[in-house]
């Protein structure tokens, strides 16, 4: 395709009716050679198969035929609008059929006439209000018709024409550029074919066939850039066979306190095999919040240790930060592993001597913020880095993060169910690891969803909890009052609770406006039980570890998304005893209302993200419009998600196939990855 005097390349100026002016506005529709116009696809399609009217929805675009059997009248308004109307018998139907200014229309229908009409279906007063209409019965030609997006004077009707005479004429040119064994696999349209039928549907069904070739095709494309991208990363990249300690990591598992569940034992499987290859691991951990992701961390982190490496922990926060730094201490303890906190709080002598004992070798385990990836911050040597909560760090800082020091491994975990379709494309060049196992004995958190006049029960509820031993969290959107926005606040709700509970449980105050000294100090008292009661904005909303707290309150619930409710509530249902949260929520709409239902009906991650994706679409499922996400122009990444996962799996065996790399049969499908950038030469060198 790359020979200019390839019948597709020519200019679209070739076509018979396309004169100097419609060129230049097939350009500005990015339509210039005769491929770019068979290929501009239709959005959507007209349905004009008769529809019976019983069955008609309100509202719904419909086509029916009849007999006209009234005098059409005409009746002017406004000053240039019109009305024509007249009653059509459809069937067993007799329905009002109403065209808006075309007085022209008066001269053409007549009393007895039949009619094909097209247009809005008003179910509750048995109206249609037509767009198009043709003499006759039977008479649409085309019963279902492409709609194409347009631009400037350019109509529908004469871009059809123009593809259809460009179709004619050069469609023996087209070239297949789906590999044949794909295309018998899944029995795809050919090309050709699947573009003739895209422009020129005979039925619904050979459109949806095109459309499926061509959903195919967009994702295989898509993924064959995102594997092939992921196989440089890995075979370019010179990363550490680690000689890791097998007895000693033996010794380590089996002095955990528990078991490990399959799921766990599966994913370090999983990282165990990219730690001995040359290669540089670059994998995605997900598992749901408490499915005990940092033992695994932890266990992997061991390994590299033992191997003679230094590993790194990084996390968005810096009480989590401590609190890993903590746990990873006491997991530690015995094994000769030096752990070390580094975060924008230490200063000074202590932060100078800290980053010298880095240098050294002489800590083994650097846990922290972001400050982890500093320039002034050197590893002796630096094995493998684990971020956990993926989703807070930008690409740029995984990029950063990929690029420090002597190449680590990279882990990235995240507590974040991300739908299986958004892992794929938007992680589509990383490995993913799936935690998808509680460990034993869990029990679902309770969740209910109440209204602002419950609270009385509500108190004495959390009361009852606090009685028998056990904790509180009460989550606010706002630290303190705002003027602008009518939710609760912090250090008012603090105020108030402290005093309904005055003289026998003690509540804290925890918000991001706090010195992290203060927070360290709040979230420890609540920890060792000296706060019963913890009031807190979503600074908490993760990794913070408290066992004891069985219940949880979250006012104006509506405030958040259902991955953030979610990471909230899994604050608690830590320990084994029941565990319970409470949404006050007064959602104004069908969709907040169906949030708040679909929190207290599953406590799955995976599930809720997936219906968070559902109810806020793909861009903004990360809060904000994610860059990198791929635009497609036939597909849709979440109903067509199961293409996506063919498509994948189809794209990784080709690439990692010999066959790929030499066949002339993959000639076009190494140029597009060159063209791409993802390889040079046409092969992996
Ligand atoms: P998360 O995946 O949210 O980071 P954690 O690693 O914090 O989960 O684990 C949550 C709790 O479950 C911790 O108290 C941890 O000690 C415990 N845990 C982890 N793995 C298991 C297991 N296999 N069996 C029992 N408890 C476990
Ligand atoms: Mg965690």
Not at 13 to 40: H, P, R
Not at 433 to 462: C, H, Q
Request: aromatic share 8%; glycine share 6%.
């Amino acid at each position: 395709m790359k020979n200019p005097d390839h019948p597709l390349l020519k200019p679209v100026s070739v076509l018979q009716g396309v004169g100097e002016e419609t060129a230049v506005q097939l350009g500005d529709m990015g339509i210039y050679t005769v491929s770019d116009l068979i290929n501009y696809l239709p959005y959507r399609y007209d349905d004009f198969r008769l529809k019976d009217l019983s069955e008609a929805a309100h509202e719904e675009r419909v086509t029916v035929e009849g007999s006209v059997h009234s005098e059409p009248a005409l009746q002017f308004y406004g000053r240039k609008k019109s009305r024509l109307t007249f009653r059509l018998l459809t069937g067993p139907h007799s329905v009002k059929v109403t065209f808006f200014n075309q007085p022209y229309l008066k001269k053409k229908v007549n009393l007895h006439d039949k009619l094909t009409v097209t247009g809005k279906w008003d179910r509750q007063r048995q109206l249609i209000t037509a767009q198009t209409y043709k003499l006759g019965e039977g008479s649409q030609e085309e019963l279902f018709a492409p709609v194409y997006p347009l631009k400037g004077s350019v109509t529908n009707k004469t871009l059809r024409k123009f593809i259809k005479q460009a179709l004619d004429l050069y469609s023996d040119s087209l070239a297949e550029t789906l590999p044949q064994t794909l295309m018998m696999k899944y029995k795809l349209l050919n090309r050709k074919e699947a573009l003739e039928a895209m422009h020129f549907p005979v039925s619904p069904e050979s459109m949806k066939q095109a459309r499926r070739r061509f959903v195919f095709e967009e994702f295989f494309y898509f993924q064959l850039k995102m594997q092939g991208l992921r196989k440089v990363e890995r075979e370019q990249s010179k990363g550490v066979h680690f000689q890791y300690d097998a007895d000693k990591l033996r010794d380590f598992t089996e002095k955990l306190p528990f078991p490990l569940t399959n799921a766990q034992k599966r994913v370090l499987k999983e990282i165990f095999a990219d730690l001995s290859t040359p290669f540089r691991m670059n994998r995605l951990l997900q598992g749901d919040v408490g499915s005990g992701k940092t033992v695994v961390a932890a266990i992997a982190l061991y390994a590299v240790i033992t191997a003679g490496y230094q590993g790194a922990l990084m996390v968005p926060t810096e009480i989590l930060a401590e609190q890993h730094a903590e746990s990873l201490a006491a997991l530690f303890d015995g094994t000769g592993v030096t752990v070390a906190l580094l975060t924008s709080s230490v200063k000074g002598k202590k932060r100078r001597l800290l980053l010298e004992q880095l240098k050294q070798g002489e800590i083994d385990l650097l846990v922290g913020t972001h400050a982890l990836i500093q320039d002034e911050v050197d590893f002796k040597k630096l094995g493998l880095v684990i971020t956990d909560e993926q989703h807070r760090f930008g690409v740029q800082q995984r990029r950063v993060l990929r690029e420090k020091g002597e190449s680590p491994d990279v882990l990235f975990m995240t507590a974040t169910p991300i739908p299986r379709t958004l892992a794929i494309t938007v992680f589509g060049e990383m490995d993913v690891s799936i935690i998808d196992e509680m460990p034993a004995g869990r029990k679902p958190i309770e969740t209910y969803w109440v209204k602002e006049n419950m609270m009385n029960r509500i108190l004495s509820f959390i009361e009852k909890e606090l009685e028998q031993g056990r904790q509180a969290y009460v989550i606010c959107p706002l630290i303190e009052e705002s003027d602008k926005l009518d939710v609760q606040n912090a250090i008012d709700v603090h105020a108030q609770l402290s005093q309904y509970y005055a003289g026998r449980y003690q509540a804290g105050l925890m918000h991001g406006r706090l010195h992290s000294d203060e927070k360290e100090a709040i979230m420890k008292q609540f920890a060792e039980n000296e706060t019963h009661i913890l009031i807190s904005t979503t600074v908490v909303e993760v990794g913070v570890n408290v066992p004891n707290a069985s219940v949880m309150l979250i006012y104006d619930a509506e405030r958040f998304g259902l991955s953030q409710l979610h990471q909230l509530r899994g604050r608690v249902g830590r320990g084994s005893d029941q565990s319970y949260c409470i949404l006050m929520a007064d959602p104004k709409n069908e969709v907040g209302k169906e949030r708040m239902k679909i929190m207290t009906e599953t406590n799955d991650g995976f599930v809720l993200s997936e219906k968070d994706l559902e109810l806020r679409g793909p861009g903004d499922f990360f809060g904000r419009k994610q860059s990198g996400m791929p635009e497609f122009r036939v597909a849709d990444m979440v109903h067509d998600y199961r293409a996506l996962e063919t498509a994948r799996d189809d794209a990784h065996q080709l690439i990692e196939s010999e066959i790929f790399w030499h066949s002339s049969d993959y000639e076009p499908l190494r140029s597009y990855l060159q063209a791409e950038g993802v390889i040079s030469g046409g092969k992996l060198d």
